[in-house]
């Protein structure tokens, strides 16, 4: 399981050197705040539809394929993002990465649950979940605080690192993590995707609950995209620099470590296993 938590700390440095400053970079390659609303939108869009197909792939080809591509795709998007200068470039960078993910949504705790149940370790999942979101964000926290001084080198050279580290999260994920779901589960080839998608579609759309809830998350991601996208061409707008753009987001993610670490306190996990 080290290596699991290798790529996931991995993983978490990574976005924490991108997410930051990424849509400072856009803004500052011409592009107005009419098309990052767009780009926000695709990628919310891409990940909304992508959900359920590539967590049935997940479900089928097991859980290291799904992580594996998830990581590949992110080197891939955060690479081509860091060659972009032009709106088809971010477009494409996007969509990438709305499909990396979908590969990782429907695969990253899905890995941590049946590596448990194969070990009869499941009363830990809790436990084990919330440590993955601790070193998770602990590691964006890290590559938060390298951002001003490897965009003083080169104002790509966060978007280039971050890229390396998905590539090096996506040959561990290759060589040492191994695969979680149980043989009798994925080795089951009748079982159709397409069928699986329409099973989980159908069971959605026969519950009023669970078809608002999923409208609701949606345009949840979209509402909450569009703070994500503007408030950093805000504070350019205001004249803060990288050090404090970085800074405010190193801030929101220490609460949520807080916030991560006083749930590992105060919640009785025996009562939650389910």
Known sequence: MLAYYVTIFLKGTAKGLFFP???????????SLFFIGI????????????????????????????????????????????????????????LIMGLADSFES??????????????????????????????????SIIGAIFITHLYKMNTIMPFL??????LIATLITC?????????????????????????SVSYVMSSKTL????????????????IERFYQTYLKYRKFNVFWISNIYIISAIFGLAFMFLQNMLINNKKMIY
């Open 161 to 166: 690192v971050s890229a390396v580290l998905y």
């Open 211 to 226: 078809l608002l809830l999923s409208l609701a998350m949606f345009l949840f991601a979209i509402g909450f995209d569009g």
């Open 21 to 31: 400053i990424w849509i400072l970079h856009i803004s500052n390659n011409k592009i």
């Open 106 to 139: 429907g695969a990253l705790e899905a890995w941590l649950a049946d590596h448990l149940i194969l070990k009869g370790k499941v009363d830990k999942l809790e436990n084990e979940l919330r440590k993955m979101y601790i070193i998770l964000i602990a590691g």
């Open 175 to 199: 060589i040492f993590v191994p695969e979680s779901l149980p043989v009798s589960r994925s080795s089951n080839i009748n079982k159709s995707i397409i069928n699986k998608i329409k099973l």
């Open 39 to 94: 780009l926000g939108t695709i990628l919310e869009t891409v990940r909304f539809i992508t959900e359920i197909p590539l967590g049935a792939f997940a479900d089928k080809y097991g859980r290291k394929v799904s992580l594996f591509l998830s990581a590949f795709l992110y080197f891939m998007a955060f690479f081509l993002f860091s060659l972009g200068n032009t709106i088809y470039m971010f477009v494409f960078s996007v």
